[in-house]
Protein backbone atom coordinates (compact mmCIF):
# COMPACT_ATOMS: atom_id res chain seq x y z
CA UNK A 1 0.00 0.00 0.00
CA UNK A 2 1.45 3.67 -0.81
CA UNK A 3 1.71 6.52 1.15
CA UNK A 4 -1.43 8.49 -0.39
CA UNK A 5 -4.05 5.83 -0.34
CA UNK A 6 -3.40 5.48 3.27
CA UNK A 7 -3.65 8.55 4.41
CA UNK A 8 -6.70 9.38 2.49
CA UNK A 9 -8.76 6.13 3.74
CA UNK A 10 -7.72 6.75 7.26
CA UNK A 11 -8.72 10.37 7.28
CA UNK A 12 -12.29 8.85 5.45
CA UNK A 13 -13.01 6.71 8.05
CA UNK A 14 -11.81 9.27 10.60
CA UNK A 15 -14.49 11.59 9.66
CA UNK A 16 -16.96 9.03 10.72
CA UNK A 17 -15.16 8.26 13.74
CA UNK A 18 -15.05 12.10 14.66
CA UNK A 19 -19.27 12.57 14.12
CA UNK A 20 -19.66 9.68 16.26
CA UNK A 21 -17.13 10.83 19.31
CA UNK A 22 -18.66 14.15 18.96
CA UNK A 23 -21.86 12.95 20.46
CA UNK A 24 -20.48 11.08 22.89
CA UNK A 25 -18.34 14.82 23.82
CA UNK A 26 -21.59 16.97 23.82
CA UNK A 27 -23.57 14.67 25.75
CA UNK A 28 -20.35 14.64 28.76
CA UNK A 29 -20.19 18.32 27.84
CA UNK A 30 -23.59 19.24 28.70
CA UNK A 31 -24.76 16.28 31.14
CA UNK A 32 -21.82 15.18 32.29
CA UNK A 33 -22.75 11.89 31.79
CA UNK A 34 -21.09 9.06 29.76
CA UNK A 35 -22.95 7.57 27.57
CA UNK A 36 -22.49 3.94 27.68
CA UNK A 37 -25.54 3.18 25.77
CA UNK A 38 -23.78 5.62 22.83
CA UNK A 39 -22.62 2.08 20.86
CA UNK A 40 -26.11 0.41 20.63
CA UNK A 41 -27.21 4.47 19.62
CA UNK A 42 -24.78 3.54 16.64
CA UNK A 43 -25.81 0.14 16.39
CA UNK A 44 -29.23 1.93 15.77
CA UNK A 45 -28.09 3.83 12.94
CA UNK A 46 -26.70 1.08 11.29
CA UNK A 47 -29.72 -1.58 11.34
CA UNK A 48 -32.65 1.83 10.98
CA UNK A 49 -30.36 2.71 7.68
CA UNK A 50 -30.58 -1.23 6.55
CA UNK A 51 -33.68 -1.74 7.66
CA UNK A 52 -35.13 1.17 5.88
CA UNK A 53 -33.17 0.94 3.07
CA UNK A 54 -33.86 -3.11 2.02
CA UNK A 55 -37.28 -3.34 3.51
CA UNK A 56 -39.02 0.00 2.21
CA UNK A 57 -36.36 0.17 -0.58
CA UNK A 58 -35.83 3.82 0.21
CA UNK A 59 -32.85 5.20 -1.21
CA UNK A 60 -30.11 5.21 1.84
CA UNK A 61 -29.12 8.42 1.89
CA UNK A 62 -32.85 9.68 2.54
CA UNK A 63 -33.08 6.82 5.11
CA UNK A 64 -30.04 8.38 6.81
CA UNK A 65 -32.32 11.54 7.05
CA UNK A 66 -35.06 9.10 8.73
CA UNK A 67 -32.24 7.97 10.86
CA UNK A 68 -31.32 11.17 12.24
CA UNK A 69 -34.77 12.23 12.84
CA UNK A 70 -35.05 8.76 14.91
CA UNK A 71 -31.56 8.99 17.04
CA UNK A 72 -32.48 12.32 17.80
CA UNK A 73 -36.45 11.53 19.08
CA UNK A 74 -34.90 8.16 20.41
CA UNK A 75 -32.32 10.23 22.68
CA UNK A 76 -34.74 12.46 24.11
CA UNK A 77 -36.77 9.60 25.13
CA UNK A 78 -33.68 7.40 26.70
CA UNK A 79 -32.90 10.79 28.45
CA UNK A 80 -36.98 11.17 29.86
CA UNK A 81 -37.20 7.39 30.88
CA UNK A 82 -33.75 6.72 32.05
CA UNK A 83 -31.24 9.33 32.57
CA UNK A 84 -33.23 12.61 34.44
CA UNK A 85 -33.92 11.04 37.64
CA UNK A 86 -29.89 10.42 37.58
CA UNK A 87 -28.93 13.79 36.97
CA UNK A 88 -28.61 14.69 40.84
CA UNK A 89 -27.22 11.66 41.64
CA UNK A 90 -23.44 10.21 42.00
CA UNK A 91 -21.49 9.40 38.50
CA UNK A 92 -22.40 5.75 39.34
CA UNK A 93 -26.44 6.02 38.86
CA UNK A 94 -26.18 7.48 35.31
CA UNK A 95 -23.18 5.06 34.24
CA UNK A 96 -25.16 2.56 35.24
CA UNK A 97 -28.26 3.82 33.80
CA UNK A 98 -27.01 4.24 30.45
CA UNK A 99 -25.33 0.95 30.42
CA UNK A 100 -28.75 -0.59 31.71
CA UNK A 101 -29.86 0.99 28.42
CA UNK A 102 -27.56 -0.29 26.45
CA UNK A 103 -28.10 -4.03 27.80
CA UNK A 104 -31.78 -3.70 27.05
CA UNK A 105 -31.63 -2.41 23.23
CA UNK A 106 -28.43 -5.22 22.43
CA UNK A 107 -30.26 -7.75 24.25
CA UNK A 108 -34.08 -7.32 22.12
CA UNK A 109 -31.50 -6.44 18.94
CA UNK A 110 -29.58 -9.75 19.38
CA UNK A 111 -32.40 -11.47 20.25
CA UNK A 112 -34.15 -10.22 16.62
CA UNK A 113 -31.49 -9.96 14.80
CA UNK A 114 -28.83 -12.29 16.18
CA UNK A 115 -25.27 -11.66 15.74
CA UNK A 116 -24.70 -12.91 11.69
CA UNK A 117 -22.90 -10.10 10.03
CA UNK A 118 -24.95 -7.70 7.44
CA UNK A 119 -24.03 -5.61 4.77
CA UNK A 120 -25.74 -2.99 2.56
CA UNK A 121 -26.16 -4.11 -1.26
CA UNK A 122 -25.42 -0.54 -2.61
CA UNK A 123 -22.45 1.25 -4.41
CA UNK A 124 -21.94 4.95 -5.79
CA UNK A 125 -18.66 3.77 -8.40
CA UNK A 126 -15.74 5.18 -7.25
CA UNK A 127 -13.66 8.25 -7.44
CA UNK A 128 -10.20 7.79 -8.94
CA UNK A 129 -6.94 9.88 -8.17
CA UNK A 130 -3.16 9.17 -8.89
CA UNK A 131 -2.21 5.64 -7.87
CA UNK A 132 -5.38 4.90 -5.30
CA UNK A 133 -9.51 5.16 -5.61
CA UNK A 134 -11.84 6.23 -3.02
CA UNK A 135 -15.71 4.81 -3.32
CA UNK A 136 -17.99 7.08 -3.75
CA UNK A 137 -19.93 5.92 -0.23
CA UNK A 138 -16.64 7.41 1.79
CA UNK A 139 -16.62 10.01 0.19
CA UNK A 140 -20.32 11.03 1.01
CA UNK A 141 -19.81 10.58 4.44
CA UNK A 142 -16.93 12.78 4.42
CA UNK A 143 -19.16 15.42 3.27
CA UNK A 144 -21.72 14.42 5.61
CA UNK A 145 -19.63 14.48 8.47
CA UNK A 146 -18.12 18.00 7.58
CA UNK A 147 -22.10 19.17 6.60
CA UNK A 148 -23.27 17.53 9.99
CA UNK A 149 -20.48 19.65 12.19
CA UNK A 150 -20.61 22.97 10.67
CA UNK A 151 -24.47 22.57 10.81
CA UNK A 152 -24.21 21.75 14.59
CA UNK A 153 -21.33 24.31 15.14
CA UNK A 154 -24.25 27.26 13.20
CA UNK A 155 -26.58 25.71 15.79
CA UNK A 156 -25.06 25.96 19.16
CA UNK A 157 -23.09 29.69 18.51
CA UNK A 158 -25.73 31.48 16.61
CA UNK A 159 -29.72 30.19 17.94
CA UNK A 160 -31.29 31.13 20.77
CA UNK A 161 -31.78 27.23 21.78
CA UNK A 162 -27.84 27.02 21.14
CA UNK A 163 -26.75 29.39 23.34
CA UNK A 164 -29.44 27.89 26.26
CA UNK A 165 -27.13 24.43 25.06
CA UNK A 166 -24.01 25.98 25.91
CA UNK A 167 -25.14 27.52 28.67
CA UNK A 168 -26.89 24.18 30.74
CA UNK A 169 -22.96 23.05 29.97
CA UNK A 170 -21.21 25.70 31.57
CA UNK A 171 -23.27 26.30 34.26
CA UNK A 172 -26.81 24.36 35.02
CA UNK A 173 -28.11 26.03 38.22
CA UNK A 174 -27.09 29.85 36.85
CA UNK A 175 -28.77 29.09 33.66
CA UNK A 176 -31.80 27.68 35.82
CA UNK A 177 -31.84 31.32 37.44
CA UNK A 178 -32.20 32.97 34.23
CA UNK A 179 -34.99 30.91 33.16
CA UNK A 180 -33.76 28.49 30.41
CA UNK A 181 -35.73 25.51 30.90
CA UNK A 182 -32.88 22.92 32.09
CA UNK A 183 -34.75 19.48 31.48
CA UNK A 184 -35.48 20.38 28.06
CA UNK A 185 -32.34 21.01 27.17
CA UNK A 186 -30.74 18.32 28.72
CA UNK A 187 -33.03 15.99 27.36
CA UNK A 188 -32.18 17.98 23.55
CA UNK A 189 -28.69 17.67 24.04
CA UNK A 190 -28.60 14.02 24.93
CA UNK A 191 -31.49 13.21 21.57
CA UNK A 192 -28.46 15.68 19.90
CA UNK A 193 -25.84 13.60 20.87
CA UNK A 194 -27.40 10.12 19.70
CA UNK A 195 -28.66 11.71 16.94
CA UNK A 196 -24.52 12.02 15.76
CA UNK A 197 -24.29 8.68 16.68
CA UNK A 198 -26.89 6.74 14.76
CA UNK A 199 -25.43 9.32 11.54
CA UNK A 200 -22.45 7.80 12.00
CA UNK A 201 -23.67 4.40 12.21
CA UNK A 202 -25.60 4.51 9.73
CA UNK A 203 -22.50 6.39 7.41
CA UNK A 204 -20.59 3.24 8.37
CA UNK A 205 -23.17 0.81 7.07
CA UNK A 206 -22.80 2.44 3.94
CA UNK A 207 -19.51 0.95 3.48
CA UNK A 208 -18.43 -1.65 6.25
CA UNK A 209 -20.23 -4.61 7.29
CA UNK A 210 -21.71 -4.68 10.52
CA UNK A 211 -23.31 -7.05 13.38
CA UNK A 212 -25.83 -5.87 16.02
CA UNK A 213 -22.38 -5.92 18.46
CA UNK A 214 -20.34 -3.55 15.63
CA UNK A 215 -21.65 -0.59 18.19
CA UNK A 216 -19.28 -1.86 20.85
CA UNK A 217 -16.04 -1.68 19.03
CA UNK A 218 -17.18 2.03 17.66
CA UNK A 219 -17.46 3.27 20.88
CA UNK A 220 -14.62 2.63 22.36
CA UNK A 221 -13.09 3.96 19.85
CA UNK A 222 -15.41 7.25 20.50
CA UNK A 223 -13.83 6.82 24.07
CA UNK A 224 -10.39 7.13 22.99
CA UNK A 225 -11.23 9.91 20.83
CA UNK A 226 -13.39 11.98 23.14
CA UNK A 227 -10.25 11.88 25.89
CA UNK A 228 -7.62 12.29 22.65
CA UNK A 229 -8.89 15.55 21.61
CA UNK A 230 -10.46 16.94 25.69
CA UNK A 231 -14.00 15.44 27.01
CA UNK A 232 -16.32 18.07 26.21
CA UNK A 233 -14.86 19.79 23.19
CA UNK A 234 -16.60 18.82 19.86
CA UNK A 235 -13.43 20.29 17.32
CA UNK A 236 -11.27 18.14 19.76
CA UNK A 237 -13.43 14.85 19.01
CA UNK A 238 -12.91 15.76 15.41
CA UNK A 239 -9.26 16.32 15.45
CA UNK A 240 -9.50 13.21 17.79
CA UNK A 241 -11.29 11.37 15.21
CA UNK A 242 -8.94 12.13 12.29
CA UNK A 243 -5.94 11.40 14.10
CA UNK A 244 -7.30 7.53 15.41
CA UNK A 245 -8.19 7.01 11.53
CA UNK A 246 -5.03 8.05 10.23
CA UNK A 247 -2.79 5.90 12.99
CA UNK A 248 -5.45 3.17 11.39
CA UNK A 249 -5.07 4.21 8.01
CA UNK A 250 -0.73 4.36 8.72
CA UNK A 251 0.16 1.53 11.09
CA UNK A 252 -0.20 -1.38 8.17
CA UNK A 253 2.12 1.74 5.72
CA UNK A 254 4.73 2.36 8.48
CA UNK A 255 5.19 -1.26 10.02
CA UNK A 256 3.63 -3.19 7.33
CA UNK A 257 4.80 -6.27 9.56
CA UNK A 258 3.17 -5.38 12.42
CA UNK A 259 -0.38 -7.78 12.71
CA UNK A 260 -3.85 -5.91 12.69
CA UNK A 261 -3.83 -7.17 16.37
CA UNK A 262 -1.85 -4.77 17.41
CA UNK A 263 -3.67 -1.90 16.70
CA UNK A 264 -6.27 -1.90 19.68
CA UNK A 265 -3.39 -2.22 21.92
CA UNK A 266 -1.68 0.84 20.72
CA UNK A 267 -4.93 2.57 21.10
CA UNK A 268 -5.54 1.83 24.32
CA UNK A 269 -2.42 2.02 25.25
CA UNK A 270 -2.39 5.83 24.24
CA UNK A 271 -5.87 6.19 25.73
CA UNK A 272 -4.16 5.85 28.59
CA UNK A 273 -1.91 7.70 28.43
CA UNK A 274 -2.89 10.59 27.61
CA UNK A 275 -5.64 10.20 30.63
CA UNK A 276 -2.55 10.16 32.87
CA UNK A 277 -0.07 12.79 30.91
CA UNK A 278 -2.62 15.30 29.77
CA UNK A 279 -6.45 14.28 30.95
CA UNK A 280 -7.70 17.13 29.50
CA UNK A 281 -6.61 15.88 25.98
CA UNK A 282 -5.53 17.43 22.50
CA UNK A 283 -7.27 20.45 22.57
CA UNK A 284 -8.31 21.02 26.30
CA UNK A 285 -11.46 19.47 27.82
CA UNK A 286 -14.23 21.69 29.22
CA UNK A 287 -13.83 22.75 32.99
CA UNK B 1 -13.19 -5.07 70.94
CA UNK B 2 -16.75 -4.73 70.28
CA UNK B 3 -16.58 -4.65 66.42
CA UNK B 4 -16.17 -8.21 66.43
CA UNK B 5 -19.42 -9.16 68.72
CA UNK B 6 -21.74 -7.66 65.48
CA UNK B 7 -24.04 -10.66 65.57
CA UNK B 8 -24.82 -9.94 62.03
CA UNK B 9 -21.85 -10.32 61.18
CA UNK B 10 -21.10 -13.96 62.79
CA UNK B 11 -24.43 -14.75 61.60
CA UNK B 12 -23.68 -14.19 57.85
CA UNK B 13 -20.71 -16.12 57.94
CA UNK B 14 -22.55 -19.08 59.21
CA UNK B 15 -25.11 -18.80 56.62
CA UNK B 16 -22.76 -18.81 53.80
CA UNK B 17 -20.48 -21.62 55.73
CA UNK B 18 -23.64 -23.56 55.51
CA UNK B 19 -25.03 -22.95 52.26
CA UNK B 20 -21.42 -23.70 50.70
CA UNK B 21 -20.98 -26.80 52.93
CA UNK B 22 -24.66 -27.87 51.62
CA UNK B 23 -23.54 -29.32 48.27
CA UNK B 24 -20.41 -31.30 50.05
CA UNK B 25 -23.35 -33.31 52.22
CA UNK B 26 -25.12 -34.00 49.40
CA UNK B 27 -22.77 -34.41 47.10
CA UNK B 28 -24.40 -33.22 44.29
CA UNK B 29 -22.34 -31.99 41.29
CA UNK B 30 -25.73 -29.48 40.12
CA UNK B 31 -25.77 -27.96 43.09
CA UNK B 32 -21.91 -27.65 43.50
CA UNK B 33 -22.04 -25.85 40.24
CA UNK B 34 -24.52 -23.65 40.90
CA UNK B 35 -23.24 -22.50 44.60
CA UNK B 36 -19.58 -22.54 42.75
CA UNK B 37 -20.90 -19.82 40.42
CA UNK B 38 -22.41 -17.82 43.55
CA UNK B 39 -19.42 -17.96 45.68
CA UNK B 40 -17.21 -16.56 42.85
CA UNK B 41 -19.59 -14.00 42.53
CA UNK B 42 -19.41 -13.39 45.93
CA UNK B 43 -15.30 -12.96 45.76
CA UNK B 44 -15.58 -10.58 43.23
CA UNK B 45 -18.10 -8.39 43.92
CA UNK B 46 -17.55 -7.88 47.13
CA UNK B 47 -13.90 -7.18 46.57
CA UNK B 48 -15.21 -4.27 44.34
CA UNK B 49 -17.29 -3.24 46.83
CA UNK B 50 -13.82 -2.18 48.67
CA UNK B 51 -13.35 0.44 46.32
CA UNK B 52 -16.60 1.05 44.68
CA UNK B 53 -18.31 1.14 47.75
CA UNK B 54 -16.23 2.19 50.66
CA UNK B 55 -13.77 4.46 48.86
CA UNK B 56 -16.36 5.93 46.00
CA UNK B 57 -14.59 5.45 42.91
CA UNK B 58 -16.03 3.00 40.39
CA UNK B 59 -13.98 1.21 38.40
CA UNK B 60 -15.51 -0.67 35.36
CA UNK B 61 -12.04 -2.73 35.10
CA UNK B 62 -12.54 -5.12 38.19
CA UNK B 63 -12.37 -8.17 35.86
CA UNK B 64 -8.60 -7.25 34.82
CA UNK B 65 -7.59 -8.86 38.09
CA UNK B 66 -9.23 -11.79 37.82
CA UNK B 67 -8.04 -12.26 34.35
CA UNK B 68 -4.16 -11.44 34.46
CA UNK B 69 -4.56 -13.47 37.95
CA UNK B 70 -6.07 -16.10 35.99
CA UNK B 71 -3.41 -16.12 33.40
CA UNK B 72 -0.19 -15.49 35.74
CA UNK B 73 -1.42 -18.45 37.56
CA UNK B 74 -2.00 -20.65 34.37
CA UNK B 75 1.17 -20.04 32.96
CA UNK B 76 2.83 -21.10 36.10
CA UNK B 77 0.87 -24.44 35.83
CA UNK B 78 1.56 -24.94 32.62
CA UNK B 79 5.27 -23.94 31.66
CA UNK B 80 6.41 -24.46 35.29
CA UNK B 81 4.53 -27.32 37.13
CA UNK B 82 3.97 -24.78 39.84
CA UNK B 83 1.78 -26.90 42.35
CA UNK B 84 -1.40 -25.34 42.83
CA UNK B 85 -1.24 -23.72 45.71
CA UNK B 86 1.95 -21.48 44.92
CA UNK B 87 0.23 -20.52 41.36
CA UNK B 88 -3.11 -19.31 43.02
CA UNK B 89 -0.98 -17.28 45.45
CA UNK B 90 1.15 -15.91 42.41
CA UNK B 91 -1.90 -14.49 40.88
CA UNK B 92 -2.89 -12.78 43.73
CA UNK B 93 0.60 -10.83 44.36
CA UNK B 94 0.47 -9.97 40.59
CA UNK B 95 -3.03 -9.02 40.72
CA UNK B 96 -2.08 -7.03 44.26
CA UNK B 97 1.44 -5.72 42.43
CA UNK B 98 -1.53 -4.48 38.97
CA UNK B 99 -3.35 -2.83 41.43
CA UNK B 100 -0.23 -1.39 43.06
CA UNK B 101 1.17 0.40 40.12
CA UNK B 102 -2.04 1.23 38.74
CA UNK B 103 -2.89 3.09 41.75
CA UNK B 104 -0.07 4.90 41.76
CA UNK B 105 -0.77 5.99 38.63
CA UNK B 106 -5.06 6.67 37.61
CA UNK B 107 -6.06 6.89 40.99
CA UNK B 108 -5.12 10.70 40.88
CA UNK B 109 -8.31 10.76 38.38
CA UNK B 110 -11.36 10.95 39.61
CA UNK B 111 -15.46 10.33 38.68
CA UNK B 112 -15.98 9.41 35.49
CA UNK B 113 -12.08 9.98 34.22
CA UNK B 114 -11.44 7.04 36.41
CA UNK B 115 -14.33 4.78 35.25
CA UNK B 116 -13.27 5.67 31.69
CA UNK B 117 -9.58 4.61 32.64
CA UNK B 118 -10.30 1.32 34.02
CA UNK B 119 -11.95 0.71 30.87
CA UNK B 120 -9.20 1.41 28.99
CA UNK B 121 -6.54 -0.54 30.73
CA UNK B 122 -9.22 -3.61 30.64
CA UNK B 123 -9.18 -3.04 26.86
CA UNK B 124 -5.24 -2.53 26.55
CA UNK B 125 -4.52 -5.72 28.54
CA UNK B 126 -6.82 -8.01 27.10
CA UNK B 127 -5.04 -6.52 23.31
CA UNK B 128 -1.75 -7.19 24.51
CA UNK B 129 -1.84 -10.28 25.92
CA UNK B 130 -3.94 -11.52 23.00
CA UNK B 131 -0.63 -10.60 21.17
CA UNK B 132 1.92 -12.32 23.69
CA UNK B 133 2.75 -15.65 22.11
CA UNK B 134 4.59 -16.26 25.90
CA UNK B 135 0.82 -16.77 26.92
CA UNK B 136 -0.53 -18.39 24.19
CA UNK B 137 -2.05 -15.50 22.12
CA UNK B 138 -5.61 -15.66 20.83
CA UNK B 139 -5.88 -19.66 21.84
CA UNK B 140 -4.59 -18.61 25.29
CA UNK B 141 -3.30 -21.16 27.55
CA UNK B 142 -4.76 -25.29 27.51
CA UNK B 143 -3.67 -27.49 30.60
CA UNK B 144 -2.71 -31.04 29.74
CA UNK B 145 -5.18 -33.41 31.49
CA UNK B 146 -2.39 -34.67 33.44
CA UNK B 147 -2.35 -32.06 35.77
CA UNK B 148 -5.62 -33.00 37.59
CA UNK B 149 -3.95 -36.36 38.76
CA UNK B 150 -1.73 -35.09 41.02
CA UNK B 151 -5.07 -33.77 42.90
CA UNK B 152 -6.51 -37.02 42.83
CA UNK B 153 -7.93 -36.62 39.39
CA UNK B 154 -10.25 -34.10 37.70
CA UNK B 155 -13.68 -35.19 39.79
CA UNK B 156 -11.49 -34.17 43.10
CA UNK B 157 -9.74 -31.35 41.94
CA UNK B 158 -13.04 -29.84 40.98
CA UNK B 159 -13.72 -30.26 44.79
CA UNK B 160 -10.74 -28.98 45.93
CA UNK B 161 -11.02 -26.12 43.52
CA UNK B 162 -14.58 -25.59 45.74
CA UNK B 163 -13.72 -25.73 48.57
CA UNK B 164 -10.90 -23.56 48.50
CA UNK B 165 -13.19 -20.61 47.10
CA UNK B 166 -15.77 -21.30 49.39
CA UNK B 167 -12.74 -20.43 51.86
CA UNK B 168 -12.12 -17.16 49.88
CA UNK B 169 -15.84 -15.97 49.94
CA UNK B 170 -15.86 -16.52 54.06
CA UNK B 171 -12.18 -14.98 53.72
CA UNK B 172 -13.27 -11.66 51.35
CA UNK B 173 -16.43 -11.08 53.39
CA UNK B 174 -14.43 -11.38 56.89
CA UNK B 175 -11.83 -8.75 55.23
CA UNK B 176 -14.17 -6.26 53.99
CA UNK B 177 -16.20 -6.23 57.52
CA UNK B 178 -12.55 -5.71 59.39
CA UNK B 179 -11.84 -3.28 56.87
CA UNK B 180 -14.74 -0.91 56.87
CA UNK B 181 -15.00 -0.94 60.97
CA UNK B 182 -10.94 -0.07 61.42
CA UNK B 183 -9.69 3.45 61.30
CA UNK B 184 -8.28 2.82 57.63
CA UNK B 185 -11.70 2.10 56.49
CA UNK B 186 -12.92 4.92 58.49
CA UNK B 187 -10.58 6.90 56.27
CA UNK B 188 -11.36 5.42 52.81
CA UNK B 189 -15.02 6.13 53.72
CA UNK B 190 -13.97 9.94 54.60
CA UNK B 191 -12.82 10.12 50.79
CA UNK B 192 -15.90 8.83 49.56
CA UNK B 193 -17.75 11.95 51.03
CA UNK B 194 -15.13 14.03 50.69
CA UNK B 195 -11.64 13.57 49.02
CA UNK B 196 -10.53 17.27 50.16
CA UNK B 197 -11.78 17.22 53.77
CA UNK B 198 -10.34 13.87 54.27
CA UNK B 199 -7.32 15.06 53.13
CA UNK B 200 -7.29 17.83 55.83
CA UNK B 201 -7.97 15.99 58.64
CA UNK B 202 -4.92 13.64 58.46
CA UNK B 203 -5.69 11.15 55.73
CA UNK B 204 -2.89 10.29 53.28
CA UNK B 205 -5.29 9.77 50.79
CA UNK B 206 -3.04 8.11 47.72
CA UNK B 207 -1.78 5.77 49.97
CA UNK B 208 -5.46 5.04 51.47
CA UNK B 209 -6.55 5.01 47.64
CA UNK B 210 -3.53 2.70 46.68
CA UNK B 211 -4.06 0.24 49.65
CA UNK B 212 -7.45 -0.35 48.98
CA UNK B 213 -7.27 -1.26 45.54
CA UNK B 214 -4.42 -3.98 46.06
CA UNK B 215 -6.65 -4.94 48.86
CA UNK B 216 -9.30 -5.23 46.53
CA UNK B 217 -7.61 -7.05 43.59
CA UNK B 218 -5.43 -9.44 46.08
CA UNK B 219 -8.46 -12.07 46.23
CA UNK B 220 -10.01 -11.91 42.30
CA UNK B 221 -6.22 -12.19 41.47
CA UNK B 222 -6.56 -16.02 43.53
CA UNK B 223 -9.74 -17.06 42.33
CA UNK B 224 -8.98 -16.47 38.74
CA UNK B 225 -6.69 -18.86 38.55
CA UNK B 226 -8.81 -21.47 40.55
CA UNK B 227 -11.39 -20.42 38.23
CA UNK B 228 -9.46 -21.06 35.20
CA UNK B 229 -7.88 -24.19 36.56
CA UNK B 230 -10.99 -25.91 36.96
CA UNK B 231 -12.01 -24.77 33.53
CA UNK B 232 -8.77 -25.74 31.88
CA UNK B 233 -7.63 -23.46 29.52
CA UNK B 234 -8.36 -19.79 29.44
CA UNK B 235 -8.52 -17.25 26.73
CA UNK B 236 -8.62 -13.25 26.78
CA UNK B 237 -11.47 -12.95 25.33
CA UNK B 238 -12.78 -14.97 29.00
CA UNK B 239 -10.65 -13.43 30.83
CA UNK B 240 -10.74 -9.89 30.23
CA UNK B 241 -14.74 -9.71 29.71
CA UNK B 242 -15.92 -6.07 30.37
CA UNK B 243 -19.18 -7.45 30.61
CA UNK B 244 -18.35 -9.52 33.50
CA UNK B 245 -17.31 -6.25 35.15
CA UNK B 246 -20.69 -4.71 34.92
CA UNK B 247 -22.42 -7.75 36.13
CA UNK B 248 -20.61 -7.22 39.38
CA UNK B 249 -21.54 -3.70 39.36
CA UNK B 250 -25.41 -5.11 38.99
CA UNK B 251 -24.86 -7.40 42.13
CA UNK B 252 -23.27 -4.63 44.33
CA UNK B 253 -25.93 -2.42 43.22
CA UNK B 254 -28.73 -5.00 43.29
CA UNK B 255 -27.55 -5.86 46.94
CA UNK B 256 -26.36 -2.60 48.42
CA UNK B 257 -23.22 -0.59 47.83
CA UNK B 258 -20.83 0.32 50.66
CA UNK B 259 -22.25 -2.42 52.64
CA UNK B 260 -21.19 -5.78 53.76
CA UNK B 261 -23.84 -7.52 53.69
CA UNK B 262 -24.93 -5.99 50.04
CA UNK B 263 -22.63 -7.65 47.75
CA UNK B 264 -22.67 -10.88 49.13
CA UNK B 265 -26.85 -10.54 49.10
CA UNK B 266 -26.89 -9.18 45.39
CA UNK B 267 -24.36 -12.01 44.29
CA UNK B 268 -27.13 -14.57 45.34
CA UNK B 269 -30.17 -12.50 44.32
CA UNK B 270 -28.41 -11.93 40.69
CA UNK B 271 -26.87 -15.60 40.53
CA UNK B 272 -30.82 -17.23 41.33
CA UNK B 273 -32.31 -14.49 38.88
CA UNK B 274 -29.72 -15.17 35.55
CA UNK B 275 -30.33 -18.88 35.96
CA UNK B 276 -34.01 -18.53 35.77
CA UNK B 277 -34.23 -16.55 33.55
CA UNK B 278 -31.51 -18.70 31.77
CA UNK B 279 -33.88 -22.00 31.86
CA UNK B 280 -36.77 -20.16 31.35
CA UNK B 281 -38.09 -20.59 27.64
CA UNK B 282 -39.89 -17.47 27.46
CA UNK B 283 -36.88 -15.09 29.09
CA UNK B 284 -34.04 -17.39 27.28
CA UNK B 285 -33.70 -15.27 24.42
CA UNK B 286 -33.94 -11.68 26.43
CA UNK B 287 -32.05 -12.88 29.21
CA UNK B 288 -29.48 -9.84 28.74
CA UNK B 289 -32.82 -7.58 28.09
CA UNK B 290 -34.50 -8.30 31.44
CA UNK B 291 -30.98 -7.77 33.38
CA UNK B 292 -31.19 -4.64 31.76
CA UNK B 293 -34.42 -3.59 32.69
CA UNK B 294 -33.87 -4.82 36.60
CA UNK B 295 -30.65 -2.93 36.56
CA UNK B 296 -32.60 0.32 35.38
CA UNK B 297 -35.58 -0.28 37.74
CA UNK B 298 -32.57 -0.71 40.60
CA UNK B 299 -30.74 2.30 39.89
CA UNK B 300 -33.69 4.60 39.23
CA UNK B 301 -35.46 3.78 42.41
CA UNK B 302 -33.91 2.13 44.53
CA UNK B 303 -30.69 3.29 44.42
CA UNK B 304 -29.19 1.55 48.09
CA UNK B 305 -30.39 -1.89 46.99
CA UNK B 306 -32.03 -4.26 49.11
CA UNK B 307 -29.64 -3.85 51.90
CA UNK B 308 -29.98 0.35 52.13
CA UNK B 309 -34.14 -0.32 51.85
CA UNK B 310 -34.54 -2.85 54.41
CA UNK B 311 -32.36 -0.59 56.74
CA UNK B 312 -34.53 2.30 56.40
CA UNK B 313 -38.03 0.45 56.39
CA UNK B 314 -36.83 -1.27 59.63
CA UNK B 315 -34.55 0.88 61.65
CA UNK B 316 -33.73 -1.90 64.44
CA UNK B 317 -31.75 -3.61 61.61
CA UNK B 318 -29.63 -0.67 61.66
CA UNK B 319 -27.65 -2.08 64.33
CA UNK B 320 -27.02 -5.44 63.25
CA UNK B 321 -26.61 -5.38 59.35
CA UNK B 322 -22.89 -4.92 58.88
Not at chain 1, 262 to 279: A, K, Q, T
Not at chain 2, 98 to 124: Q, S
Amino acid sequence: MSFLPALVDGLCIGFVYGLAAMGLTLIFGVLRVVNLAHGSMITLGMFGLYLLSTHLNLNPYLALVLVAVLGLGSGMLIYYLALHRTMNAPHLSSLLATFAVNMILVGIGTATFSTSARNLDFALGSFHYGEGAISGQRLVAVFATLGVTSGLYLFLAYTSTGKYIRAVANNRYAAELVGIPSTSILALSFGLGTMLAAIAGGLIATFLPFTILAGGVYELKSFVICVLGGLGNPLGALLGGLILGVLEGFLPFFLPNLPNTWIPVLEFGLFVVILLFRPSGLLGAKQ
Amino acid sequence: MKRWQNSGLWLMLALLLVGGLWPAFTHNQANREMVYTILLSIVLASSLNIMLGYTGYVSFGHVVFFGLGGYVGMFLLHNHHFPLWSAALAGGIAAGLLAFLLGKAILRLRGAFFALATIGINEAIRALINNLTLFGGPAGISLNFNIYKDYGGAGEALWLVYYATLFLALATIFLSYAIKTSKFGLGLLAIREDEEAAEVIGIVTPRAKTWAYVLSAFIPGIVGVLFFFKNGNIEPSDAFRLHFSIEMLVMIMLGGQGTVLGPLLGATGYQFLRGFLLTNSFFKDIQLAVAGFLLLIIVLFIPAGAVGWLKRRFTLLQEVLP
